[in-house]
């Protein structure tokens, strides 16, 4: 039951923290403005750490497709 009580408050929580979330950003002043920004940070952020994390794995995969172009070209 005590489990029951906390998934719920933490969906209430997340549900909340969306509406708010949704309503800066389709608020008509310039709050509109800074959820953009917020929501560009946060891309640029997730991709920085997508680029460090798998660096390697996308220098391969790059390469190898450099490689067969220009094996198809030559």
Do not use: H, P
């Not at 309503?23 to 750490?49: P, R």
């Amino acid at each position: 039951m005590e489990v029951f009580i906390m998934m719920a408050t933490l969906k209430n929580r997340i549900r909340m923290a969306g509406l708010k979330t949704m309503n800066v950003l389709a608020n008509k002043s310039g709050d509109q403005m800074t959820g953009w920004l917020i929501v560009v940070l946060i891309v640029v952020v997730v991709g920085a750490v997508f680029m460090t994390l798998y660096q390697g794995s996308i220098t391969t995969i790059w390469n190898s497709i450099v490689t067969k172009i220009t094996g198809l070209l030559s």
